[in-house]
């Protein structure tokens, strides 16, 4: 039986999206900018200014160059489009790999935007930066599994919970970063079965990419959703619609018509 979902209607805060788990899945997605913000609002309980924008908006082949001033920037539009769904800032690559300098950017991140929480990648490593983060009142999404700032270390994008042990491992972190105070937790590209362990063994939300149907809710990309990022495509990936060729006929159709002289013609002419 399918549910009928309804538009948000209310500012999605941290205890909606914890009231959540159990009783229904939780949508989020990424936005960049406040023209697709503005798309968003309303639409998702989440929105996350993901350093995938990186890739994805900026044309790198990785998260990791991203730099803290470039994501301010973006999340400050994200908020302006945006005025509904819980607003989460990812921090980019080297700028929480101690407690003082998480928390001196966390706070930046508070005073110059208006994201109400923020999201760090890192298992067991991270839980002394995630206590300190959240014993000072930042909100903190973990960020467990595959963990795109990881890439160069680890050669590639690698997913994680084949063995039994690297599951239990995820489970331990999962708990740790729990207890650490994160309010919810980010799954991202591992065996579905893993990811569905690690949601029944925390009260937390999970929320998954690439981690199957067993989260507590989900995230994409949105260029990767909509079909306009056509660099790869992970597995995990569903196009609700092609985006890339709506662009490409508007722009063909725009361009025979300039051609041809046909536009403007006094319809959009004074
Ligand atoms: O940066 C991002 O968009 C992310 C998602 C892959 C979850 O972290």
Not at 44 to 53: C, F, K, P, R, T
Request: proline share 3%; charged share 25%.
């Amino acid at each position: 039986m399918s549910i009928q979902t309804a538009r948000i209607e209310k500012k999605v805060s941290v205890r909606t999206i914890q009231k959540l788990k159990g009783k229904e899945p939780i949508t989020m997605v990424t936005a960049y900018d406040a023209l697709f913000a503005q798309l968003f609002d309303g639409e998702v309980e989440m929105i996350l200014v993901g350093d995938s924008l990186n890739m994805s908006f900026f044309g790198k082949d990785d998260t990791l160059s991203a730099t803290l001033d470039q994501m301010i920037y973006h999340t400050q539009a994200v908020c302006n489009g945006a005025k509904l769904p819980l607003i989460v800032f990812d921090m980019p690559f080297g700028t929480y790999t101690n407690k003082k300098q998480a928390l001196e950017n966390a706070v930046r991140v508070y005073r110059e935007t208006d994201a109400q929480a923020i999201k760090i990648e890192g298992g067991i490593e991270k839980v002394g930066i995630v206590e300190h983060l959240t014993r000072n009142g930042i909100a903190v999404i973990a960020h467990i599994g595959l963990m795109p700032q990881s890439v160069r270390a680890e050669g590639g994008y690698m997913i994680k919970g084949k063995s039994k042990e690297e599951v239990q491992n995820l489970i331990i972190a999962a708990k740790a970063l729990e207890k650490a105070g994160a309010f919810a937790m980010l799954l991202e590209g591992m065996k579905s079965e893993a990811a569905h362990n690690i949601t029944k063994e925390l009260s937390i939300p999970t929320i998954g990419i690439g981690a199957g149907v067993g989260c507590d809710g989900q995230v994409l990309v949105w260029s990767d959703m909509f079909g306009f990022f056509e660099a790869f495509k992970p597995k995990f990936v569903k196009q609700y619609l092609d985006g890339a060729t709506l662009i490409r006929n508007g722009l063909e159709q725009y361009r025979d018509e300039v051609k041809n002289r046909k536009f403007p013609d006094e319809n959009y002419s004074y």
